[in-house]
């Protein structure tokens, strides 16, 4: 079965940075996005990425802030979180889909397949 697995969150001050990593076990997907929910809020788009082409795209609560990448070779993905705030406290979660059709890549509904989690937690 395919699977995603996030890995790379942790406890940091407030204007530290974190990278995220979500390694998809070998299988391709035509985007994928991390998302993250924290206590008492709903799961929010954070950013996405198209697979063919690297497009991006972001909340606009991390433009400028955060960074999704991918490695083809390696089959990951990436979040790369620069002046994390404590508002950024979340669990964060890769998601990927198959569909290349016409969905939003800020749509939770676009997507399929969800990693298990990791904490990101910031204090002041």
């Known amino acids: 079965q395919v699977q995603l697995a996030e890995s790379g969150g942790g406890l940091v001050q407030a204007g530290d940075s974190l990278r995220l990593s979500c390694a998809a076990s070998?299988?391709?997907?035509?985007?994928y996005g991390w998302f993250r929910q924290a206590p008492g809020k709903e799961r929010e788009f954070v950013a996405a990425i198209r697979w063919s082409g690297a497009d991006t795209y972001y909340a606009n609560s991390v433009k400028g802030r955060f960074t999704i990448s991918r490695d083809n070779a390696k089959n990951t993905v990436y979040l790369q979180m620069d002046n994390l705030k404590p508002e950024d406290t979340a669990v964060y979660y890769c998601?990927?889909?198959?569909?290349?059709?016409?969905?939003?890549?800020?749509?939770?509904?676009?997507?399929?397949?969800w990693g298990q989690g990791t904490q990101v937690t910031v204090s002041s």
């Open positions: 998601t990927a889909t198959y569909s290349s059709g016409s969905l939003s890549y800020t749509d939770i509904k676009t997507y399929d397949y």
């Open positions: 070998g299988h391709t997907f035509s985007r």
